[in-house]
Nanobody
Framework: QVQLVESGGGLVQAGGSLRLSCAASGRTISSSVMKWFRQAPGKEREFVAR???????YYADSVKGRFTISRDNAKNTVYLQMNSLKPEDTAVYYC??????????WGQGTQVTVSS
């Protein structure tokens, strides 16, 4: 079992920055693919960013160049640095851990609200 706890969300003006954290417990996530998703009101959950065990990253086009995903295996934590935030980035952000045969886990989410 893996527990994921997101933090760092909040209210920020357009153009501002936030850094989200996803702290894992119960099992190391060093061998897992970690992802961030988001879900805006009335919309489906959508992929935001991914980081592999190698450190290779991939981003949705809507956040490319503004968001950066990173991981600190020593702290069992994944981060999402969000810069140049836009009102359309407003959503609940979720952390996901894909541990392959050991399961797939979600956090409870953290709210990000960007005011115009």
């Amino acid at each position: 079992q893996v527990q994921l706890v997101e933090s760092g969300g909040g209210l920020v003006q357009a153009g501002g920055s936030l850094r989200l954290s996803c702290a894992a417990s119960g099992r190391t996530i060093s061998s897992s693919v970690m992802k961030w998703f988001r879900q805006a009101p009335g919309k489906e959950r959508e992929f935001v960013a991914r980081i592999k065990t190698t450190g290779s990253t991939y981003y949705a086009d809507s956040v490319k160049g503004r968001f950066t995903i990173s991981r600190d295996n020593a702290k069992n934590t994944v981060y999402l640095q969000m810069n140049s935030l836009k009102p359309e980035d407003t959503a609940v952000y979720y952390c996901n851990a894909d541990l392959s045969s050991h399961g797939n886990y979600w956090g409870q989410g953290t709210q990000v609200t960007v005011s115009s």
